[in-house]
């Protein structure tokens, strides 16, 4: 979806740490944990780029997580239940906050499907 996206960081489970631990984890990043497959994560696109640019001059590093990819992200560092699924975080202060659909919309897809 987002390779080599200039306002999203590509996450993978090789860059994880390298990446979201930088700077000591006192970075806050806003991230889209997705799958290509996805119908509800091909309709979110556009609204994630526009706030991905939004944020561009602000202290978020905007990133992005394919789960069918990366699944070490997606089960270990972020228990993702649906998807698509955005997590604001500051690993640094240990904070994570998670938003997704609720579990009775019929736009998520379980991360299991």
């Given at each position: 979806?987002?390779?080599?996206?200039a306002?999203i960081t590509t996450?993978t489970?090789?860059?994880?740490?390298?990446r979201?631990?930088?700077n000591?984890?006192n970075?806050v990043?806003?991230?889209?944990l997705y799958a290509?497959?996805?119908?509800?994560?091909?309709?979110f696109?556009?609204?994630?780029l526009?706030?991905?640019q939004?944020?561009?001059?602000?202290?978020?590093d905007v990133g992005?997580?394919n789960c069918?990819?990366?699944p070490e992200i997606?089960?270990?560092?972020?228990?993702?239940?649906?998807?698509?699924?955005l997590?604001?975080?500051?690993p640094?202060?240990?904070?994570l906050q998670?938003f997704?659909?609720p579990?009775?919309?019929?736009?998520a897809?379980?991360a299991e499907?």
């Open positions: 979806f987002y390779f080599g996206h306002f996450l489970d090789r860059l994880w740490e390298q979201v631990a930088a000591n984890g970075t990043w806003l991230v889209e290509a497959w996805c119908h509800a994560c091909r309709n696109m556009p609204k994630f526009e706030v991905a939004a944020l561009e001059a602000e202290d978020i992005a997580v069918a990819k990366n997606c089960h270990k560092h972020i228990p993702v239940k649906r998807i698509p699924t997590v604001l975080m500051h640094a202060q240990g904070t998670t997704s659909n579990a009775g919309s019929a736009a897809a379980t499907d």
